[in-house]
């Protein structure tokens, strides 16, 4: 039926989309979209937010809203989605809106008369966020085959306050891979759990049973897979035997000894994040190395493992209860910050598709991998630009940005090497405004290597 439908799209495109109405011999169409803040907001529109509409094939139109929130594109024929997001600080509190819709099919019956309304939801601002997700491996020293077990994640305070986390957990949404069979949606294209107030942690979940502590405007590094050095093996990696280095780590629920060899002897056993396993497999099969929805979130009133093993938080996708597909409902409450990977070769029928809801992350980012790229976030201009002493410590020109196959450029607009100007003593204030898409770019090499 799906394909039925979109050849019958494709048809009323080949016959109708063409005519003289722009340069391109193209017919457009008026498209206007109206930014609706949740019911009780303190907030509501306001002039000036860009809203993008992009069409399947991924080409991007980008449109301002006018007072009352309405943004108008003129578009050719296509199937889009449209995303926006607001930030504002208000009472005393960052205020994060983000929304998408999908599924907007603009043919030659399209009048252009209705507002299609694009609901945000609301969160707020966290202290500590994922600095970078490096999990797409690199070349070996051949360039003939893929090595991508040395998988790893920074952690970062955002803030000038140290960070205290207890009872961290580490998870990752279902399908794991972003173009794989997506169950989770209902026939309007919407997302099953949008609106439950959850989202679902895949395969098994990790948690640091001690307290962890992060410095302001410091990071650390939690290894993935390997918390040892793989660059005398492949020169590409990346070395993850430091002592001050966190690990996964937790061989009696997975036993895969390529996956998680015994870490480098320097990392205290405090630093290792134990495992609850809840699906098959004898490795954390949840982190795709191509397109992973991952997340941090904070167990509360309860322990991580009490709460794994809570038959009241199962969840299965499309409500199937399959045994291997079985997962566990986390409160977006307790999610401290996520990102969303989608990968840039999700081959012909078969399209990235959200997996994480809207208030947890209102977008994505792409990565092409085996190439030793990584997901890192953008810097936050003029944030850091404000704090004091900045000013002479700050290194612009950055150039680590990379291309995605379309040709499309990936960079951080603010032009600042974050890593060199940490070396040199700035302090840095990531970009965070719950949407991947807006905050972060696909960089060409991990940072673990500069």
């Known amino acids: 039926m799906k394909k039925l439908f979109y050849l019958l799209i494709c048809t009323l495109f080949l016959c109708y989309g063409c005519s003289d109405d722009d340069d391109n011999g193209y017919k457009t169409y008026d498209v206007s979209v109206q930014l609706v803040y949740p019911e009780g907001s303190e907030l509501s529109a306001i002039e000036g937010l860009t809203v993008k509409l992009t069409s399947s094939s991924g080409t991007s139109y ?31 509190s960052v205020y994060l809106y983000n929304g998408i819709r999908s599924n907007i099919v603009v043919t030659n019956l399209w009048t252009g008369e209705d507002v299609l309304k694009l609901n945000f939801t609301e969160s707020r601002a966290g202290q500590v966020v994922i600095k970078e997700l490096y999990v797409g491996g690199c070349q070996d020293n051949d360039g003939n085959k893929v090595f991508q077990i040395d998988k790893y ?7 000038d306050l140290v960070a205290e986390l207890e009872n961290l957990c580490l998870g990752a949404t279902t399908p794991f891979n972003s173009n794989s069979a997506n169950k989770d949606y209902d026939a309007e294209g919407n997302l099953a759990y949008e609106n439950a107030g959850w989202i679902p942690a895949g395969h098994g979940i990790w948690y640091l049973s001690s307290k962890l502590t992060i410095a302001p405007y410091s990071q650390v590094v939690i290894a993935l897979n390997g918390a040892i050095d793989h660059t005398p ?31 480098f002897e320097g990392i205290p056993t405090d630093h290792y994040f134990s495992a609850v396993r809840y699906g098959l497999g004898g490795a954390w099969a949840a982190l795709s190395t191509t397109s992973p929805a991952f ?13 794994a093993k809570d038959p009241d938080n199962v969840s299965y996708p499309g409500e199937e209860e399959v045994s291997s597909h079985i997962r566990r409902k986390v409160p977006v409450e307790w999610v401290l910050d996520a990102v969303e990977v989608f990968t840039t070769d999700p081959g012909n029928n078969n399209p990235n598709r959200k997996r994480l809801s809207s208030v947890v992350d209102g977008g994505y980012v792409f990565l092409a991998n085996k190439y030793g790229y990584t997901s890192y976030r953008n810097v936050d201009k003029e944030a850091t630009e404000a704090i004091e002493g900045n000013a002479e410590l700050l290194v612009y020109g950055y150039n680590k940005g990379t291309i995605y196959p379309d040709g499309t450029v990936t960079t951080d607009p603010s032009g600042i090497d974050a890593e060199a100007s940490l070396k040199a003593g700035a302090k840095i204030i990531y970009k965070d405004t719950n949407n991947s898409t807006n905050d972060f770019h696909q960089r060409s090499q991990a940072s673990l290597k500069d």
């Not at 009352?68 to 296509?78: D, K, R, S, Y």
């Open 62 to 92: 980008d449109a301002t809203s006018n007072a009352a929130g309405v943004a108008t594109f003129n578009v050719p024929a296509g199937i889009y989605e449209a995303s926006a997001s607001d930030k504002r600080s208000f009472d005393g």
């Open 153 to 159: 994640v920074v952690l970062y305070n955002n803030s």
């Open 233 to 263: 093996t492949y020169t590409n990696s990346v070395n993850l035997a430091n002592e001050k280095y966190y690990c996964t780590y937790d061989i009696e629920q997975y036993h895969l000894t390529n996956y998680y060899p015994t870490p």
């Open 295 to 307: 997340f941090i979130f904070k167990i509360e009133g309860t322990t991580p493992v009490a709460f």
